[in-house]
Structures are given as C-alpha cells and as structure tokens.
C-alpha cells in the first residue's frame, strides 16, 4: 500500500520555540493531507485540513496561527508549531490519500519542556 | 455523544483466544477504517471498508451499512496483537471528515 513518513518520529523542544513536522507522501500525489492530534489516551482528533496551493482549513478550536500548515507540494505537508508550549506536547499525525483511501503517517510525538 | 463508538474499550486475552471488537456510527459514511496504534504510537492501516467483508491473514474486518456496524476479528491471537485498535469513519458528506472511536487497547497474554 501507499506510504506516508513523518519526519521527526520525535522531538523535544523548549517553550517558546518553535518547530517543524513533515509528512511525505512517498509514492503518490496528495492534493489534501490531514492533520490530527492525539493526547494520552484520547483518540485522534482532526486539526486541519492541508490543501495543496492554497491555505489549510482549520477545525473549531485550532489556532491557525499557531499551527502553520504549508502544503508546497503535492507530496509533501508542514506543521510548524509556533511559540511551542507544555500543553502543546502530543502526538501528532498526518495522512493523506484519495477520496476514498486514506493512509497515516507513522506520528510525531513532541514533547515541550 | 461520539459518531462513533467502540467496545470494549479495553481487552484482556489469553493467546490463542478469538477476539472480536465492535464498532457502531451513527453518520453516513464513503468508507470504514480499522487502525492499529503501538505503544509508542505509530499508526498501521489494517482494513478500509465500504462493504462487506475483508481478510488479511488473522484478521478479519466485517460491515453491515444498514445496521451501521463494523467488527474487527482477531483468530489464534497472538502477544505482538497487543495494541490499541482503532475504528475510524469518512464522512459520506462531507467527503474529508474522519471521525474517530477511542480506541480498544488489547493485551493478548502468553
């Protein structure tokens, strides 16, 4: 099946900072790539929606600008988490896919100290 | 109240057992996914469903559209099935919104 990275698998950061998620669609095209969020033991909550060439859509609740999607490429997504701080560490996921698969990336856990 | 909801929520079983988890939506869907989270969290598609009935190797995933209920079966578990099983729907109308269960956490013991 079709093959999503996250890059990092991990990173811890200080406060204030800021940092970058990718999510690499390795052997097909994604027009839209989805980014969810997932605290301990909650489930997968969706963030936005990453369009290729234009701005992300953003559910209820999250910051957009906070959380900068940057969809440059048909394959690949970025998530910056800006002016990163302790409540902002989780595990965050991307996928992307067709109107009908969907394939998720592995998880980047951040972790703000 | 979620759209969508599993049971259990956790699960305890020998090895060897068969196990079944449940997954009931209340939203019109394009398709069902069945996901499978370690710890640590990384995040394995199993089975996407629009209908019917899919097998790969032990694992068996089942739909019933008109009941809005899917199951995902587990034969001859094993201890590397302990994980967090995860039932996941698309939208049928809103084409890219996911909803997602909470989850079931399976320990399969030696």
């Known amino acids: 099946g079709a093959v999503v990275s996250q890059h990092p698998s991990w990173v811890i950061c200080k406060s204030g900072t800021s940092v970058k998620i990718e999510c690499r669609s390795l052997d097909f095209q994604a027009t839209t790539m989805f980014w969810y969020r997932q605290f301990p033991k909650q489930s997968l909550m969706l963030m936005a929606t990453s369009n290729e060439g234009s701005k992300a859509t953003y559910e209820q609740g999250v910051e957009k600008d906070k959380f900068l999607i940057n969809h440059a490429s048909l394959t690949l997504s970025t998530l910056t988490v800006t002016s990163a701080h302790p409540e902002d560490s989780s595990f965050y996921i991307c996928?992307?896919?067709?109107?009908?698969?969907?394939?998720f990336g592995p998880g980047t856990r951040l972790t703000v100290t | 109240k979620n759209e969508v909801e599993q049971s259990p929520q956790n699960l305890t079983a020998q090895e060897g057992e068969f196990i079944t988890i449940n997954c009931s939506y209340s939203?019109?869907?394009?398709?069902l996914h069945w996901l499978q989270q370690h710890p640590g969290g990384g995040i394995v598609s199993l089975f996407m469903l629009s209908s019917g009935k899919k097998k790969h190797g032990r694992l068996i995933a089942t739909i019933n559209i008109q009941e809005k209920h899917s199951s995902l079966h587990i034969t001859a578990s094993h201890p590397r099935d302990s994980a967090v099983y995860i039932c996941?729907?698309?939208?049928?109308?809103?084409?890219?919104?996911?909803?997602f269960g909470t989850g079931t956490s399976l320990t399969v013991i030696p």
């Open positions: 996928s992307g896919g067709g109107s009908v698969e969907q394939y």
């Open positions: 996941a729907v698309r939208s049928e109308y809103t084409g890219n919104q996911f909803y």
């Open positions: 939203v019109g869907i394009s398709a």
